[in-house]
């Protein structure tokens, strides 16, 4: 069974840093290029971040680059999401999704809430 499973979301003050973490289970995970996508409340879903197979190339957000970061562990089937310098804007709901030329799968999302 596909499966993945995000953690790591929460509150946190502007200028403090989080980071999310999403296992993946039921597909070849070092097979896939992994993406993190966000969505606040009445926005649409916005891309944050990709990283290719291999981990070898990443892409971000003109919104987060410089301040997030994407990495990914092929051994341990994890992609994460370092955060910092977080701002208020940055608040939403965000989703792992794995996707290679045939299959793209969805995790749940987990919330990170930026604020004073």
């Known amino acids: 069974q596909v499966q993945l499973a995000e953690s790591g979301g929460g509150l946190v003050q502007p200028g403090g840093s989080l980071r999310l973490s999403c296992v993946a289970s039921?597909?070849?995970?070092?097979?896939?290029?992994m993406r993190w996508y966000r969505q606040a409340p009445g926005k649409g879903r916005e891309l944050v971040a990709s990283?290719?197979?291999?981990?070898?190339?990443?892409n971000y957000a003109d919104s987060v680059k410089g301040r997030f970061t994407i990495s990914r562990d092929n051994a341990k089937n994890t992609v994460y999401l370092q955060m910092n310098s977080l701002k208020p804007e940055d608040t939403a709901t965000y989703v792992c999704?794995?996707?290679?030329?045939?299959?793209?799968?969805w995790g749940q999302g987990t919330q990170v809430n930026v604020s004073s």
């Open positions: 999704n794995a996707l290679n030329s045939w299959y793209t799968y």
């Open positions: 039921g597909f070849t995970f070092g097979s896939y290029r």
């Open positions: 990283i290719t197979s291999d981990g070898g190339s990443t």
